[in-house]
């Protein structure tokens, strides 16, 4: 007797956990899988490519300091630590901006990739501390998107797939951020200058960016189509 329900508890369970993964693949690669989404992996692609961008400045930001002589002052007051205080602030201040009724979140969230990349591109470009210290201040302020993300991303794919969706976005995030400062790295082994991590970094983060100026386009064709298929059911 104490065996059968030994075994009775193991088939349970076993029958439990496959259908916990069989819900888990369909969610993300059957039918109705997010993959499915062209505007998600869109989206996706940029997150691929925007996160290892925002990571190079605490990577290579202390060798153009040295490049240019600014030791001194920067030990005062690191510009490593302007960008994380100010990037608090961003967040919040985004945030609200995003809230008042006449803004929109998404024009929110790509004027503060815009600036973003364009301070990561100027940047090198800066020899003075307080040029620096301004860029790395509209670095820390503009990333604050990353507390619009959840708002975006749910404007995607619904409130109903939205803890799934920003999963991958996260961890899309994460891939960017691992692969990221090695790549900059590479990029000084052949160059031997930190300016050009910036420069390609950079680059790479305007691609990511062309994927969400081309969502409202793809938003629009599946709509099309969606219509085009109901009309003939």
């Known amino acids: 007797m104490y065996g059968l329900r030994i075994l009775k508890t193991v088939s349970q369970l076993t029958v439990t956990v496959r259908k916990g993964f069989a819900m888990w693949y369909s969610s ?38 040295k490049q240019y002589n600014l030791s001194s ?11 994380a205080i100010v990037h608090i602030f961003g967040k919040v201040i985004l945030g609200i901006i995003s809230d008042l009724p006449c803004i929109s979140t998404w024009n929110v ?28 201040a509209l670095i820390g302020f503009s990333s604050g998107y990353f507390s ?6 749910e404007d995607l794919v619904g409130t109903k797939h939205l803890a799934n969706a920003y999963g ?21 082994d052949i160059t031997h200058k930190y300016d050009f991590s910036f420069y390609i970094s950079g680059l790479l983060y305007m691609v990511g960016i062309i994927f969400l100026l081309i969502q409202p386009c793809i938003q629009k064709k599946q709509s099309r189509e969606k219509s085009t298929e109901e009309a003939q059911v």
């Open 148 to 153: 619009l993300m959840p708002v975006v991303t």
């Open 109 to 136: 969230f790509l004027m503060a990739n815009f600036t973003l990349v364009t301070c990561i591109l100027t940047l090198p470009l800066m020899q003075t501390y307080v040029s620096l210290a301004v860029v790395c």
């Open 73 to 83: 002052q920067n030990n005062i007051f690191p510009l490593t630590s302007i960008i």
């Open 28 to 65: 993300y690669f059957g039918a109705a899988s997010l993959f499915t989404n062209r505007v998600f992996v869109a989206f996706i692609i940029w997150a691929l490519f925007a996160y290892s961008s925002f990571v190079i400045p605490f990577i290579h930001l202390p060798e153009i300091v």
């Open 168 to 188: 991958i976005i996260i961890c899309a995030n994460g891939i960017s951020a691992l692969f990221g400062p090695p790549f900059a790295g590479w990029i000084y």
